[in-house]
């Protein structure tokens, strides 16, 4: 079946650059989605990429997509302490139901 | 625009009584909504999906009797939690699809259930 794996931990120093990293099991997915959730509040949708793209950037964001290897990583430039969050990797689901695959998620923290 | 929210952000009740949670798309119309679970320290679990005006998708191993999920209109889901026991404590967090290849979900901020 599907499944979206992460690696659950991340620490940087504040001014880095942080990458997250996915690996996803589904051929068919279309769309592939980074969330971030703060605590104990609910997700934050923060960019996505289409399956025929191998790169989207969106300001101090950079989703790099390897579709062979079924790899998928985000990249946060001059990482600040308001980043520090769980960070969601989601895999669409075939079919029209459109359901999300999630990742266990990544713990980002970031050090002064 | 494509806000999403939730009522209410909190609820602690005692074992036996059912709990009511809404979810609604504030600036945008949903024709699909979802249900998840959220437990301590743990990924999102999709509960059901929603679809306006007709019965809700259950995920295997969810009992549909127990989570009723209603969406009687295109901005309005809800999900009752019935005969709510420790068990069912959690974060259960809605999300809305917007129409379009994207089909990108916007979630809300979630409701935290205790059950006493």
């Known amino acids: 079946g599907e499944d979206v794996e992460q690696s659950l931990f991340l620490s940087v120093r504040e001014g880095d650059s942080s990458v997250i990293n996915c690996t996803y099991t589904?051929?068919?997915?279309?769309?592939l989605y980074w969330y971030k959730q703060e605590p104990g509040a609910g997700l934050q949708l923060l960019t996505y990429?289409?399956?025929?793209?191998d790169m989207k950037q969106d300001q101090r964001l950079t989703v790099l997509l390897n579709k062979k290897d079924k790899h998928l990583s985000l990249r946060i430039a001059d990482t600040q302490t308001g980043d520090s969050a769980i960070y969601f990797c989601?895999?669409?689901?075939?079919?029209?139901?459109?359901?999300?695959?999630f990742g266990k998620g990544t713990k980002l923290s970031v050090k002064p | 625009g494509a806000v999403v929210s939730q009522h209410p952000s909190w609820v602690i009740c005692k074992s036996g009584t059912s709990v009511k949670i809404e979810c609604r798309s504030l600036?945008?119309?949903?024709?699909?909504m979802f249900w998840y679970r959220q437990f301590p320290k743990q990924s999102l679990m999709l509960m059901a999906t929603?679809?306006?005006?007709?019965?809700?998708?259950?995920e295997q191993g969810v009992e549909k009797d127990k989570f009723l999920i209603n969406h009687a209109s295109l901005t309005l889901s809800t999900l009752t939690v019935t005969s709510a026991h420790p068990e069912d404590s959690s974060f259960y967090i809605c999300?809305?699809?917007?129409?379009?290849?994207?089909?990108?979900?916007?979630f809300g901020p979630g409701t935290r259930l205790t059950v006493l």
């Open positions: 999300s809305a699809r917007l129409p379009g290849l994207a089909r990108e979900q916007f």
């Open positions: 589904d051929s068919s997915s279309t769309y």
């Open positions: 990429i289409f399956s025929n793209m």
């Open positions: 989601a895999d669409s689901r075939g079919g029209s139901q459109g359901n999300l695959i």
């Open positions: 600036d945008f119309q949903a024709t699909t």
């Open positions: 929603s679809n306006e005006g007709s019965k809700a998708t259950y």
